[in-house]
T-cell receptor, first 114, second 114 residues
Framework: SQTIHQWPATLVQPVGSPLSLECTVEGTSNPNLYWYRQAAGRGLQLLFYSVGIGQISSEVPQNLSASRPQDRQFILSSKKLLLSDSGFYLC?????????????FGEGSRLTVL | GNSVTQMEGPVTLSEEAFLTINCTYTATGYPSLFWYVQYPGEGLQLLLKATKADDKGSNKGFEATYRKETTSFHLEKGSVQVSDSAVYFCALSSSGGGADGLTFGKGTHLIIQP
């Protein structure tokens, strides 16, 4: 069976510090991978998605970036965090061949920028 | 573009009450429709889905029917429990074959009182 893990679960960072959130999927190959952000009262916002190694599509211009160095690894980064980057970040995957199928989510990472 | 509209709540019910959470959507073509549930501090879990008109998705006593004529996918449960307290998200996937994830509603916060 397939599993998804993301870490760290909780992070408190000062403004201007760097960020790295990591997500890995096990039990499948060539998944589509996604990063969403959930801010209080604002639902889910798609940040990035990837259909393959090194292929990143950005949905929202911001100071965040994403990378996919391996087939089942997806990393969300920032060089300098802003207060507005605080939120709950969710990684998700989908079977690559099912462009209309459901997403499977990780446990989430709570980021607080002070 | 695609969009999903759902009541945000909070919706407060007594245990064993009947639940309806409304969801309507705007999309081109024939999207697949989903309900996700999020418990406090956790990621999203797929609750049920429907992939074509008149399909009924069901799971754990919850059900929803894909109504193309009214562009709706309302979530229902006959008798709710305290453990059903959570945030519920309605979502749709593009029928155009794009890999850009799901479009989510803003979520409905459900509170069940004993």
């Amino acid at each position: 069976s397939q599993t998804i893990h993301q870490w760290p679960a909780t992070l408190v960072q000062p403004v201007g510090s760097p960020l790295s959130l990591e997500c890995t999927v096990e039990g499948t190959s060539n998944p589509n991978l996604y990063w969403y952000r959930q801010a209080a009262g604002r639902g889910l916002q798609l940040l990035f998605y990837s259909v393959g190694i090194g292929q990143i599509s950005s949905e929202v211009p911001q100071n965040l970036s994403a990378s996919r160095p391996q087939d089942r690894q997806f990393i969300l980064s920032s060089k300098k965090l802003l207060l507005s980057d605080s939120g709950f970040y969710l990684c998700a995957w989908r079977f690559g061949r099912l462009a209309t199928g459901e997403l499977f989510f990780g446990e989430g990472s709570r980021l607080t920028v002070l | 573009g695609n969009s999903v509209t759902q009541m945000e709540g909070p919706v407060t019910l007594s245990e064993e009450a009947f639940l309806t959470i409304n969801c309507t959507y705007t999309a081109t073509g024939y999207p697949s429709l989903f309900w996700y549930v999020q418990y406090p501090g956790e990621g999203l879990q797929l609750l049920l889905k429907a992939t074509k008109a008149d399909d009924k998705g069901s799971n754990k006593g919850f059900e929803a029917t894909y109504r193309k004529e009214t562009t709706s996918f309302h979530l229902e449960k006959g008798s709710v429990q305290v453990s059903d307290s959570a945030v519920y998200f309605c979502a749709l996937s593009s029928s155009g074959g794009g890999a850009d994830g799901l479009t989510f509603g803003k979520g409905t916060h459900l509170i069940i009182q004993p």
